[in-house]
């Protein structure tokens, strides 16, 4: 059974940079599929912020492309997020995720972590 | 890149049947089949309904089934049960990124 977990600081300051990782237990990160980062600020609906393929390949949004880096390291079989230069507005439950293979549809989920951005 | 478009609720009797439509464009929706469903009840994961367009992920019921015509998309519920009342999201891929809809909310009267 995959199962993710995102690990984190919960309050990060303005202006500085997000951090979160996604450990990976039940498969093996480089064995392939596309993992995913997601978030949903508080009462709002779901954004898409990017993806990474077990190769190292990585796909953005575009809204937040220049602010984002998203990274997997397979030997401890997980990946991570870093998102520089936060502001209030980035106060969201982020997930990571699973995409199955060749769909784009996300169906392994962590179970959220909240992150605050507050000085 | 701009987000899917949902009605915020809709609403249904148990036993009834619902649709969420799911508006796109010619480059999300209309372009690909692979648009998704996600239910999410209060405090939880979303958890993976439909995918590409109209196929049921092993282990949820039936009364679950999608479809696409040009650049909408649909879910449809039968059968509304309580346990069905949740936010719904439908989601697309699009030039390598992909893209949610805003969600909606629906109540189980």
């Known amino acids: 059974q995959v199962q993710l977990q995102e690990s984190g600081p919960g309050l990060v300051k303005p202006s500085e940079t997000l951090s979160l990782t996604c450990a990976v237990s039940g498969y093996s990160i480089s064995s392939g599929y596309y993992w995913g980062w997601i978030r949903q600020p508080p009462g709002k609906g779901l954004e898409w912020i990017g993806s990474i393929y077990h190769s190292g390949s990585t796909y953005y949004n575009p809204s937040l492309k220049s602010r984002v880096t998203i990274s997997v390291d397979t030997s401890k079989n997980q990946f991570s997020l870093k998102l520089s230069s936060v502001t209030a507005a980035d106060t969201a439950v982020y997930y990571c995720a699973r995409e199955n293979s060749g769909s784009y549809s996300l169906g392994y989920w962590g179970q959220g972590t909240l992150v605050t951005v507050s000085s | 890149q701009s987000a899917l478009t949902q009605p915020a609720s809709v609403s249904g009797s148990p036993g009834q049947s619902i649709t969420i439509s799911c508006t796109g464009t010619?480059?999300?929706?209309?372009?690909?089949?692979?648009v998704s469903w996600y239910q999410q009840h209060p405090g939880k994961a979303p958890k993976l309904m439909i995918y590409?367009?109209?196929n049921r992920p092993s282990g949820v019921s039936n009364r679950f089934s999608g479809s696409k015509s040009g650049n909408t998309a649909s879910l449809t519920i039968s059968g509304l049960q309580a346990e069905d009342e949740a936010d719904y999201y439908c989601s697309s891929y699009t030039s390598s990124a992909r893209v949610f809809g805003g969600g909606t909310k629906l109540t189980v009267l």
């Open positions: 590409d367009v109209s």
């Open positions: 010619s480059s999300d929706v209309g372009g690909y089949n692979y």
